[in-house]
């Protein structure tokens, strides 16, 4: 079986956050034939300023655009700060508007807040995502809360629910991607 890559995202700065650790339960927990690569690249990333916007790039995000061109797929867990998306994570999606590696990409987003939060997020993602061209897949956007409570010694969720959920999104999301259904 040939191997998809998933390149994961948090839109979390926090050391640790319950985005974070969702995203490498998601690791711990892919199908085989799924790799999954965990964008760390975050708090690097310049501004966003069109003026910058042509080559040769800022090394940063100029690593950041091959991280999305060599995945299969995009997997986003982001927090939701006053309604919307966080600063820093926005700037990344910023970056990624005037470029088409990210065009025609199946991507999806794991929302990790308690039930009636993180709305606010996931519609702004859905916009932004919307003016980059990605290709949302829809059955693989899931809200799936991650508690405190159930992350284990190793930083992943021990709850077998939850990490199956994670499995079954991932296989979802690959599956959705060109060449593979």
């Known amino acids: 079986m040939p191997t998809s890559e998933v390149l994961l995202i948090s839109g979390s700065l926090r050391a640790g956050s319950s985005n974070e650790t969702a995203l490498r339960t998601a690791q711990a927990v892919a ?17 966003f ?3 910058d916007d042509h080559d040769p790039l800022p090394a940063p995000v100029a ?11 995009v997997l986003i867990c982001t927090p939701e700060y006053a ?10 999606l910023d970056w990624t508007v005037g470029d088409t590696e990210i065009c025609d990409k199946p991507v999806a987003w794991l929302n990790v807040a308690p039930p009636g ?4 997020a996931s519609a702004t993602l859905r916009t932004v995502l919307g003016y980059t061209g990605a ?25 077998p629910a ?3 959920r994670l499995r079954e999104l991932l ?11």
């Open 31 to 47: 199908p085989e034939g799924i790799r999954t690569v965990l964008y760390e690249g975050l708090a690097s990333l310049p501004h």
């Open 49 to 51: 300023n069109p003026d």
């Open 63 to 73: 690593e950041m655009r091959a991280a999305v061109a060599s995945a299969t797929a």
């Open 83 to 92: 309604g919307t998306l966080p600063g820093a994570f926005k700037n990344l």
């Open 117 to 120: 939060r993180g709305g606010g």
């Open 135 to 159: 290709a949302i897949v829809d059955q693989a956007c899931v809200q799936l809360p991650v508690g405190r409570e159930t992350v284990g010694p190793d930083g992943t969720v021990t709850d």
């Open 162 to 164: 939850v990490r199956e």
């Open 171 to 181: 296989a979802t999301l690959v599956a959705a991607s060109p060449g593979q259904l």
